[in-house]
């Protein structure tokens, strides 16, 4: 079986042969879906061109009798968790059969072919069940410049470059992307106020980052070594994580955000594997200067040849005005997941290496995604720095924080020579009136 | 049928009836067990004097066919998931059963009987899947000791007497008493040290706390009032937030504590529930000064006039040493659930007032509960002002913080004039050495 990310590789699928699309053969994301308008029990899918591949009825019909058992029983669940609990050996097998059935030639063709469902002809599922959520904030340049506002002569704490921070997110309020996003209530106080009041946020804000979700499990007090992280990192998506600052700023003292924070996350309804990944693995010659040495157990030459990813994260607004009057999204940001401060397997191994484990689903969000420039700052915080630089719409609007009706659209997508280019979808949010 | 907390009361299970059990009628907390050393399902059971009333086997047994078919149905899972998911009017209905089902002079007094299981010959597990883990700083006297020890000249925060202050904590990593919790490593840094180094923890502490476990759903977006919070507390547990004080002193900022507290956290076996807890509901004259007033969405009624809980909280410590020698536990604190500044309603509906959604089975810690007094300190942080006044144990032995074969025994009981006290059972949990 060929390298399932050969260039020369195509699918017999006429989308997915596209320069542009998201999805080409050397992709191959996993999500979950139902036809459009139905109520039926959700099936797993892999997206390819414009289609979905439904791996459900692949798995019902014999197309993936070459595999194990259990692969296709966990084809057969209704999200991705039994997937994500299969041992890295397995989930390649899957990745390699997926593309012998896709690829041009295949003598599955005619068979798949009737197990295409339309993307447009389908509703898209969250699709994992997430365990326990955390979100880490391993943009250095995110850090230095929510940092500057608070402490101008002192940006970066202490810890940053030895400990890849991260905490503890809300699961229940992680939702897929095109739900809706309703303005949070909650207490704020202003700095010359004698006291809070309690309304709808007036500073809300998204934050453009990636989550990385978790294959498999360690035992609880087992930590997970450096060496073997990368195996334990599924794939990725995108997520918003959607923030209130006003509410973050009066609250956040002294336990870090809580309200602030968890009444909304979205993530894509795609999920881009690891292997799907390989290709764009970069050395730390890419990533922002590592100084100090990180400590031994966050260092491993694999993470210093291979730790970080290069995919460009681009941030779309789009005013309710703007798209009465037929305006395209104006593009906000442009990032660049490489310039993280901390790669996947350092934070990884970072929250296990005091015994905590994790399972197979779990979630961790990378912390917004900035770069040094100007137009690479993942948030309207440090777009506008908290609120001083309205950003102007093509309408004219201006926008400090986020209006009722504004849709925030992120895009992702990963370049690199002499392999193709994939994307991992869309991850859509629109604002809603808050019903406090 | 007669009230259920009638003092009047009792059961014909002998254990039930002497002043000391915990377990008494009035209680009827509800744990998942297995026969011990079993490896069968877990079924739910009811907890009476020293033996469990398997509820599985009630139900297949048609002791609860006045009750509608989902509360039967709800007895029959391997944990109390689907119990908390009921309608507090269904919970209510199936207390008054149980409670039939145990009186002096029940009409299934022999076949019940046929259906106890011996608290000796049982193992009980985790009871209930918990979702999203948050955890409170609900004790103002907690908030006062730890905040004088960074800030001696303005210990509490100017938001604590307005914010009901919370943070995400680790679903994952919740055990049951008994379990074994083994020493995290990590970062660390002394204050005169260049750089961080990393290894197992040389400050770990426990916190004592309750955990209030959450009945029913609220949709995304929709914010519970406090006039409903206190239908959405199913009950009550112990629970021992370990926190290993010098990780979390080098990572918590900017972002909260994260590895010193996400190793293992453990709760005790039994679910006291709300409905046992009201004859031990108390007003605000009970509480500490409430001033300022809080702002409306936190305030009620029923919340002033029977916000609060009544119940001591106990933690003993019984060293390896001391256990060889057959010396019995040292009590290292006795403090008292209603010294909480906050209301579990008052935290319930913060937790929602931006739209979160909570689960059944969601669980919300109180905090380290903590008292005015010297010997009401719910930590050996407090205990021992971090490290300055070590506590002396009988043996001579001293501690400023955990060692290896230490282990941690919390107690907790309600009184009440007219009325049968309850306790809650026992949290226990032993140090392992670190496996780093």
């Not at 990745?95 to 003598?107: E, P």
């Not at 491993?300 to 037929?326: C, H, N």
């Not at 997941?337 to 399972?359: E, F, K």
Request: glycine content about 8%; hydrophobic content about 40%.
């Amino acid at each position: 079986m060929n390298e399932t990310h050969d260039v020369s590789l195509e699918s017999w699928v006429g989308s997915a042969t596209t320069r542009e699309t998201d999805f080409p053969i050397q992709n191959l994301p996993f999500g979950v879906f139902r036809h459009r308008g139905s109520r039926e029990t959700p099936h797993i899918g892999v997206a390819i061109g414009e289609e979905i591949l439904d791996l459900a009825r692949c798995a019902e019909r014999g197309l993936m009798v070459s595999l194990p058992e259990a692969v296709g029983e966990a084809c057969s669940v209704p999200n991705l968790n039994a997937l994500m609990a299969l041992p890295g050996a397995q989930r390649r097998e899957l990745r390699a059969v997926i593309s012998g059935i896709l690829r041009m030639g295949s003598a599955q063709h005619r068979e798949a072919a009737d197990l295409l469902v339309a993307q447009s002809d389908a509703d898209l599922d969250l699709p994992v069940r997430v365990g326990d959520y955390t979100d880490f904030y391993a943009s250095i340049d995110h850090a230095t410049n929510v940092g500057s506002m608070l402490r101008p002569d002192n940006p970066l704490l202490p810890n940053y470059k030895w400990v890849p921070i991260g905490y503890h997110g809300r699961a229940s309020s992680i939702v897929v992307s095109g739900s809706p996003v309703v303005r949070p209530a909650g207490q704020t106080k202003a700095a010359e106020a004698a006291r809070p009041t309690f309304g709808p946020s007036a500073m809300l804000d998204y934050e453009a980052e990636v989550g990385f979700y978790v294959a498999g499990s360690n035992a609880l007090g087992e930590p997970v070594r450096i060496a073997n992280a990368w195996d334990r990192l599924f794939g990725i998506s995108l997520l918003n994580d959607w923030s209130a600052r006003d509410i973050q700023a009066w609250e956040y003292q002294p336990l870090g955000p809580f309200l602030a924070k968890n009444f909304t996350t979205t993530v894509s309804p795609w999920v881009v594997t690891s292997e799907a990944l390989e290709p764009f693995r970069v050395s730390r010659a890419a990533r922002p200067a590592v100084d100090p040495e990180p400590l031994p157990y966050l260092s491993s030459e694999e993470d210093r040849e291979r730790g970080g990813i290069s995919m460009t994260v681009e941030v779309f607004l789009s005013s309710s005005r703007m798209r009465d009057e037929g305006i395209a999204a104006l593009r906000l940001s442009r990032s660049e997941l490489a310039s993280l401060y901390w790669t996947p397997a350092q934070m990884l191994t970072h929250h296990t290496s005091n015994g905590c484990n994790l399972a197979p689903g779990d979630l961790l969000g990378s912390g917004t995604i900035s770069g040094p420039e100007n137009d690479a700052r993942g948030c309207l915080l440090e777009l506008t720095w908290r609120g001083r630089d309205p950003v102007t719409l093509p309408t004219g609007e201006q926008r400090k924080f986020l209006a009722d009706g504004d849709e925030v659209i992120m895009r992702g997508r990963c370049h690199a020579d002499g392999a193709v280019s994939i994307g991992l979808g869309e991850c859509r949010g629109t604002i809603f009136p808050s019903r406090s």
